[in-house]
């Protein structure tokens, strides 16, 4: 047990008071943090519906979520977050469940 020496393992108490992170309570808090002004960062899987494609793993260091615009919906756009990118100020857009960490953290999809 040298590892856990160096960096002690939490206890089962604690692990259960952690709790596990969901895709939907992470998204939940980033659009809590943006409206707040607070930038987020996270990661997902790329996929292009219309290609049917990935190109891998996107990190996006600094972001804030976008509110959705009620009078223009889109296809499949309960499944899609907007934000922007601030390293870019590039409007971008991602599907939530392809959603892998928020803040350094790892999600669960459920």
Excluded: W
């Excluded at 206890?11 to 596990?20: K, N, Q």
């Excluded at 409007?91 to 999809?109: D, E, H, S, V, W």
């Amino acid at each position: 047990m040298f590892f856990s020496v160096l960096f002690p393992l939490p206890s089962p108490c604690e692990l259960s008071r952690m709790g596990e992170l969901t895709v939907y309570k992470a998204v939940a808090e980033m659009r809590r943090l943006s409206a707040s002004g607070e930038e987020v960062s996270f990661s997902f899987t790329s996929y292009s519906e219309s290609k049917q494609e990935t190109h891998g793993i996107v990190e996006v260091r600094r972001a804030r979520l976008r509110v959705r615009a009620i009078d223009h919906p889109v296809e499949n756009g309960d499944l899609l977050e907007l934000y922007t990118d601030l390293d870019t100020l590039e409007q971008r857009r991602f599907y939530i469940p392809t959603l892998m960490t928020f803040n350094g953290k790892l999600l669960k999809l459920q």
